[in-house]
């Protein structure tokens, strides 16, 4: 799972993650940055800010089952798909060789209820699509890592969540309340925990409703190699 921020896993499709990783599914997150921008008060001190949302990150993790939590310390609010970006994606992924990665929609800007789409979730979108193709499978691209000993890894599928147009839901009915736990991990980011419970219960039912199940999380699913 590649994101902005600390929470945008699980406010995205945690309840997914935690319904594969309850299967077997090793499953790693990258957080592009670590929400040092996510306050209220100018005067708060960014340093402890990214510590505290680190900290919430990971207790998150630990709910949903992700084995590892990486931290690429990219500027809040700032953040760009460049090459640095891109290089620090590509070596995550060649370490830990994934059959699918998982990111937000990198196409979507209104969501269908309204929401602007951060443009930091969407270079994060857009840095993990151009990871994964080409750069994750090319030698050539960023050739030093490829001569250290990290060889070229090809992503199979590449699961689009918040998508403008989704093309498979995951039945999530079981995993609700586990999504609904991670989220409240997220202190610092819940001003109105009992509110964002509801919208995320509401959300889930009614993407459910659209196939016949309790819960759904939907996705764009890209297959790059059949």
């Given at each position: 799972m590649i994101v902005a921020h600390p929470d945008d896993a699980d406010f995205g499709p945690a309840a997914t993650i935690a319904s594969w990783t309850d299967r077997g599914t090793v499953a790693e997150l990258v957080c592009c940055t670590s929400g040092d921008a996510g306050a209220d008060d100018p005067d708060t001190d960014p340093v402890e800010l990214a510590q505290v949302r680190e900290s919430e990150q990971r207790a998150a993790a630990e709910v949903i089952g992700y084995r590892?939590?990486?931290f690429l310390h990219q500027?809040?609010?700032a953040l760009e798909n460049d090459l640095p970006l891109r290089e620090a994606?590509?070596?995550v992924i060649r370490e830990f060789r994934p059959d699918a990665v998982v990111s937000p929609d990198p196409t979507v800007l209104f969501t269908a209820e309204g929401f602007i789409q951060h443009t930091d979730h969407r270079a994060a979108a857009a840095a993990a699509v151009d990871a994964v193709y080409p750069a994750a499978r090319n030698a050539m691209a960023f050739p030093h890592l490829a001569k250290s000993g990290l060889a070229p890894h090809v992503v199979r599928r590449i699961y689009l969540f918040w998508p403008g147009e989704p093309s498979e839901w995951v039945d999530v009915s079981g995993y609700v309340d586990r999504k609904v736990r991670a989220l409240q991990a997220?202190?610092?980011q819940l001003r109105d925990?009992?509110?964002v419970e509801q919208r995320v219960r509401d959300r889930l039912a009614e993407q459910g409703s659209l196939?016949?199940?309790a819960a759904a999380?939907?996705?764009r699913v890209i297959r790059i190699d059949r």
């Amino acid at each position: 799972m590649i994101v902005a921020h600390p929470d945008d896993a699980d406010f995205g499709p945690a309840a997914t993650i935690a319904s594969w990783t309850d299967r077997g599914t090793v499953a790693e997150l990258v957080c592009c940055t670590s929400g040092d921008a996510g306050a209220d008060d100018p005067d708060t001190d960014p340093v402890e800010l990214a510590q505290v949302r680190e900290s919430e990150q990971r207790a998150a993790a630990e709910v949903i089952g992700y084995r590892a939590v990486h931290f690429l310390h990219q500027p809040d609010g700032a953040l760009e798909n460049d090459l640095p970006l891109r290089e620090a994606l590509v070596r995550v992924i060649r370490e830990f060789r994934p059959d699918a990665v998982v990111s937000p929609d990198p196409t979507v800007l209104f969501t269908a209820e309204g929401f602007i789409q951060h443009t930091d979730h969407r270079a994060a979108a857009a840095a993990a699509v151009d990871a994964v193709y080409p750069a994750a499978r090319n030698a050539m691209a960023f050739p030093h890592l490829a001569k250290s000993g990290l060889a070229p890894h090809v992503v199979r599928r590449i699961y689009l969540f918040w998508p403008g147009e989704p093309s498979e839901w995951v039945d999530v009915s079981g995993y609700v309340d586990r999504k609904v736990r991670a989220l409240q991990a997220h202190v610092s980011q819940l001003r109105d925990p009992a509110s964002v419970e509801q919208r995320v219960r509401d959300r889930l039912a009614e993407q459910g409703s659209l196939v016949g199940v309790a819960a759904a999380e939907p996705f764009r699913v890209i297959r790059i190699d059949r």
